[in-house]
């Protein structure tokens, strides 16, 4: 099993910044995968970006050149910074993991943290 604790939400200004954290615990042979989602009010929840386990990362279009995904394996931790943020960022961002438990893979995700950009 896997747990995925958020942290770094908050209310911002438009065109401000915030940085999401997502730190995995729990018991498990590996994580490949580490990503967010969000999910506005009345909206389906939506990919934002992916990092693999070797740091290789691709973004949704509506986000690329403004939010920046990194890792750190040896904490087993994905921080997501978000720069020029814009109304429409405004949503509960949520933190996944693909993880390998025993010889299964498994998609785990952390409880979301709320996101609300102010104009």
């Known amino acids: 099993q896997v747990q995925l604790v958020e942290s770094g939400g908050g209310l911002v200004q438009a065109g401000g910044s915030l940085r999401l954290s997502c730190a995995a615990s729990?018991?498990?042979?590996?994580?490949?995968?580490m990503g967010w989602y969000r999910q506005a009010p009345g909206k389906q929840r939506e990919w934002v970006v992916d990092?693999?386990?070797?740091?290789?990362?691709v973004y949704a279009d509506s986000v690329k050149g403004r939010f920046t995904i990194s890792r750190d394996n040896a904490k087993n931790t994905v921080y997501l910074q978000m720069n020029s943020l814009k109304l429409e960022d405004t949503a509960v961002y949520y933190c996944r993991a693909t993880a390998v438990v025993r010889t299964a893979t498994y998609n785990y995700w952390g409880q979301g943290t709320q996101v609300t950009v102010s104009s």
């Open positions: 990092i693999t386990s070797r740091g290789d990362s």
């Open positions: 729990g018991s498990y042979a590996s994580i490949n995968a």
